[in-house]
């Protein structure tokens, strides 16, 4: 999308033109509550999920939060 919205093709393109500048992660531990505010707040459809030595884990997703409240499994 980033080379799309410049008017340049992907070969063209370097990650540092197309990536976020500031970084917000979660802990699997981390209340799904916490998560959603957070995504909400900084208008994020994927936060990056770190263990205690801050590798990454895994993603939640926008998808991920409307499933967990269909299902009514709200932490």
């Avoid at 998560?35 to 990454?56: F, Y």
């Avoid at 895994?58 to 932490?75: E, K, Q």
């Amino acid at each position: 999308m980033a080379a799309y919205t410049k008017g340049c093709s992907l070969r063209g393109a370097i990650v540092a033109s197309a990536m976020s500048r500031g970084v917000w992660s979660c802990r699997p531990e981390d209340p799904i509550s916490e998560a959603e505010e957070l995504m909400q707040a900084r208008q994020l459809r994927r936060l990056p999920v770190v263990d205690e030595d801050g590798s990454l884990a895994g993603f939640i997703t926008t998808s991920d939060l409307l499933r967990a409240a269909n299902a009514s499994t709200w932490t």
